[in-house]
């Protein structure tokens, strides 16, 4: 008879240790949405359109590139997402508004709206009327945030409620026991 027992149980496998997520590079990643974001709100918004779409869109493109980065989505991660959304739409807004005047500076000069865009006068100019041109937009800020609210809910939803960090599964608390000996009982 050998010395040796064969244990009586299969050999427990250490639990699953979740990677912690790496937010900075989530976050640097999902940065790209911003471009990506503004450049269709103003393609929208030049065909008259305020879209709840661009906003899920935009909420969508930030928790892929977010996870793609990151590994994987945390409460952390989903503020960051949230934020990056939320600048996003607003800095979409007022491209929109850009757009509005670039066209308007295009039709009076005769040249294009990306001529007016493109001219070192039209920045500043356009800073120094952003105060006075906004309180005009106030319905179409209202329009838009609600859209932008209605259109990012899901995805910011389902970001929130991704699960915790994994906990480790408690350790065993004692060894396990070998089998008794044939002939023992």
């Known amino acids: 008879m050998s010395s040796e027992f064969p244990p009586s149980a299969p050999p427990v496998a250490p639990p699953p240790v979740a990677q912690p997520a790496n937010v900075g590079r989530g976050a640097l990643l999902a940065l790209a949405t911003i471009p990506v974001g503004i450049a269709a709100w103003v393609l929208l918004w030049g065909m008259g359109f305020i879209a709840s779409i661009v906003a899920a869109l935009v909420a969508f493109l930030a928790v892929r590139l977010y996870v793609l980065g990151a ?7 989903a503020l960051v997402v949230l934020a990056i959304t939320v600048v ?10 850009a757009w509005d005047a670039a066209t308007a500076v295009g039709e009076e000069t005769g040249t294009s ?9 039209f920045w500043s100019w356009f800073s120094s009327i952003l105060p006075e041109v906004l309180p005009e937009y106030g319905t179409d800020i209202a329009w838009a945030a609600g859209f932008g ?3 990012s809910f899901t995805t910011l939803r389902g970001a929130f409620t991704q699960p915790e960090e994994l906990a480790p599964a408690p350790a065993p608390v004692g060894e396990p026991t070998a089998p008794d000996a044939p002939g023992s009982h």
């Open 113 to 121: 709206a990306w001529g007016a865009l493109t001219d070192p006068t």
């Open 71 to 77: 590994g994987r989505l945390t409460r952390t991660g």
């Open 149 to 151: 609210a209605l259109g």
């Open 88 to 97: 996003t739409l607003v800095l979409a807004f007022v491209g929109g508004i």
